[in-house]
């Protein structure tokens, strides 16, 4: 017989249950708060050049990855890293906060309103680097490994479902009578809002403690980078995220392209953001499948071809004109892609990490790959001189390359 679905919900402890919720919350602010959508559509509208457009992205994920190594070495000796969490959780509310705020009473000032703008953009990443290890540690411990596949795929389908309500809400706004800047300041506001909410219910978590270990220090971390680059599971691993990160050039550009070149009114974003999350829902659930059954290296293989689709793809509907709606299996194909990504990462990289140095593989890892990640901002630059559809290009044969080297990675992870 099957389960009723609270009988599934009932099937989660406590600690279980609040990351699942605070998981729900993030993915409501990212609806809100999509950098390459929403945020790169308010850029836009301020007149920004493509390399600003190509840096939002580029400051939202490698400034998040590249302070990964400092806190890898401040965290290790900790037996619990919750507090960390907590900490780097209240600075980014409150950067969420000046955020909407600059939005509101700045944007009269574009050149003063991106630069506020970009450098709370920035504080926020690297506090959610802080944020992102002691995460890692704490779901590492209370969700067994053979438990997260349904753990993150939980979170994933329900917060896909909800993060689709915020993109609906996002295309009401962009439509409405509200005028610019307010639409996007109630949109960033209201992104607050979420984020705060799912920061703080994880802060509720019970976090077992970590047996005691020695601090080494940072330059101890750094100087055990080379050791962990002799695993060559991890190895292999580095290689297909650097060429991931890569080809994530063109992932600002997706929506600027819609609103500079193939000039559709700017509440399409909306319904990006619909396509985004809409397909949330539905790729989890076969993603979720994938892992229980063929493991985190078939879903990142998979999830490699539906990313190198997307920019194809693009530049065939602005090139055969085949309209605003078409356009949307772009950012269908990228939120397959995304679930597949965000589900099979972790998973691997969790796997392949001896626990006694997870701290260090994923410190190592995201300050490496957060490096390369960079890459929208050369990205700006190419479309800057020679247009959108050479960058598309350069995305589409690096997801290629990853395809090509996932042959190389854990079978058993």
């Known amino acids: 017989m099957s389960r009723r679905p609270m009988d599934r919900w009932h099937g989660w402890d406590r600690d279980e249950r609040l990351g699942i919720l605070n998981g729900w919350g993030v993915f409501v602010g990212d609806g809100f708060l999509n950098v390459t959508v929403v945020i790169s559509g308010f850029a836009s509208r301020l ?92 779901v590492s411990k209370i969700v067994s490994a053979e438990r997260r596949p349904r753990f993150f795929g939980t979170r994933n389908l329900y917060g896909g479902l909800l993060a689709f309500g915020a993109g609906l809400l996002v295309r009401w706004i962009l439509g409405s009578d509200l005028q610019f800047p307010l639409n996007y300041a109630l949109i960033f506001g209201l992104g607050a809002a979420a984020y705060t909410y799912g920061y703080w219910i994880f802060g509720r978590v019970t976090e077992p403690p970590d047996p005691p270990q020695e601090a080494q220090g940072f330059r101890a ?86 990313y190198g689709l997307a920019p194809l793809y693009a530049a065939m509907v602005g090139l055969l004109g085949l309209g605003k709606w078409a356009y949307l299996g772009v950012f269908l194909l990228t939120s397959v892609a995304a679930q597949g990504f965000n589900l099979g990462h972790t998973n691997h990289l969790l796997n392949i990490a001896p626990p006694n140095a997870r701290s260090r593989y994923i410190g190592t890892l995201n300050t490496l790959v957060g490096a390369a990640l960079f890459t929208p901002v050369l990205g700006g630059l190419i479309a800057d001189r020679f247009g959108y559809l050479p960058v598309f290009a350069i995305s589409l044969l690096l997801c290629a390359g990853a395809w090509w080297q996932c042959g190389k990675l854990r079978r058993d992870a």
């Open 221 to 306: 971390e750094f100087r055990a980078i080379p050791e962990t680059l002799r695993d060559p599971h991890f190895r292999a691993f580095l290689t297909v995220r650097l060429l991931l990160a890569g080809a994530s050039m063109s992932d600002p550009f997706f929506a600027v392209y819609a609103l500079r070149v193939l000039d559709f009114p700017p509440a399409i974003l909306g319904a990006f953001v619909m396509a985004l999350t809409g397909a949330a829902p539905l790729s989890n659930i076969v993603w979720q499948r994938v892992a229980e059954r063929k493991g985190s290296r078939r879903i990142i293989r998979y999830a490699s071809v539906f």
């Open 47 to 138: 007149g920004a050049p493509n390399w600003v457009i190509g840096l939002l992205p580029a400051i939202a994920g490698g400034g998040w990855m590249l302070p990964q190594l400092l806190v890898a070495a401040r965290v290790r000796s900790l037996p619990h890293k919750l507090p960390v969490y907590r900490s780097a959780a209240t600075i980014r509310t409150l950067t969420y906060v000046a955020m909407a705020l600059i939005a509101a009473f700045l944007a009269d000032q574009p050149a003063l309103c991106l630069t506020l703008f970009v450098l709370a953009m920035l504080l926020n990443s690297l506090a959610s680097g802080v944020a992102g290890l002691p995460f890692l540690e704490v």
